[in-house]
């Protein structure tokens, strides 16, 4: 199992930023793409970024130019840096990681989700 840990979210006023990490720790074999995503009261889960782990970033249309996702191999973690916050950016935002093992092919892991609420 790889455990995913997010950390960095909190209360930010309109236009402030905020970095959000998580830490991949556990059976790690062989990460593929890494990922952000976020869910707001009422609504489904929407990708936000992602970053594979050879080839071109992805960004959601809402954040583009805004938000910056980046990884660090090494360490197996993911970062966003999230720049002119804006009040609809609010939700709880979720690490994913994508691996391949032998046995059980790619699987998806989840973190458990960090707040964050940008105020007007």
């Known amino acids: 199992q790889v455990h995913l840990v997010e950390s960095g979210g909190g209360l930010v006023q309109a236009g402030g930023s905020l970095r959000l990490s998580c830490a991949a720790s556990?059976?790690?074999?062989?990460?593929?793409?890494m990922g952000w995503y976020r869910q707001a009261p009422g609504k489904q889960r929407e990708l936000v970024a992602t970053?594979?782990?050879?080839?071109?970033?992805k960004y959601a249309d809402s954040v583009l130019g805004r938000f910056t996702i980046s990884r660090d191999d090494a360490l197996n973690t993911v970062d966003l840096q999230m720049s002119r916050l804006k009040p609809e950016d609010t939700a709880v935002y979720y690490c994913?990681?994508?691996?391949?093992?032998?046995?059980?092919?790619?699987?998806?892991?989840w973190g458990q989700g960090t707040q964050v609420t940008v105020s007007s």
């Open positions: 970053i594979p782990r050879r080839g071109s970033t």
């Open positions: 556990g059976s790690i074999f062989s990460i593929n793409a």
């Open positions: 994913n990681v994508n691996q391949w093992t032998a046995v059980t092919g790619t699987q998806a892991y």
